[in-house]
């Protein structure tokens, strides 16, 4: 039986995956910023699924960032490269999204990219260890 909880990990990770297929389009059409920008969102609704497993959910990016640590990384449940790659997408994405002048890179942008990737596919992983899809 679904239960609320299951519906809304399960349409966060549906976001999540929406995210990085944008992200892959941006990218092989070089908007650089747009692509870093969907790999960011790609990593929030990813850790927003994490935080529904402990009904946690936060309705600002630095909350979602700052429970994801202490509730996943800090206790040994999601390893802590993973807390920098969600450091490095949500910076990125803050100066690609308000800094006009910022020289975004195509590397920049498959780094992000990759790391999405990455992400998206440990929450995942993680979530089916765990039972929750």
Do not use: C
């Amino acid at each position: 039986m679904e239960t609320p909880q299951h519906q809304e990990i399960i349409l966060y990770l549906d976001n999540a995956r929406e995210m990085l297929e944008v992200a892959q389009v941006m990218l092989a059409n070089d908007f650089y910023p747009s692509a870093i920008n969907r790999a960011y969102y790609a990593i929030f609704y990813a850790a927003n699924a994490l935080l529904v497993t402990n009904n946690m959910t936060q309705a600002k990016h630095s909350g979602v960032i700052s429970v994801f640590r202490q509730h996943f990384v800090k206790t040994g449940l999601i390893d802590p490269e993973f807390s920098k790659i969600y450091g490095r997408a949500m910076e990125d994405r803050h100066e690609s999204d308000y800094e006009l002048e910022s020289p975004i890179s195509k590397e920049d942008a498959q780094e992000n990219l990759n790391g999405a990737v990455k992400f998206v596919s440990e929450v995942e992983r993680w979530l089916q260890q765990e039972k929750w899809i």
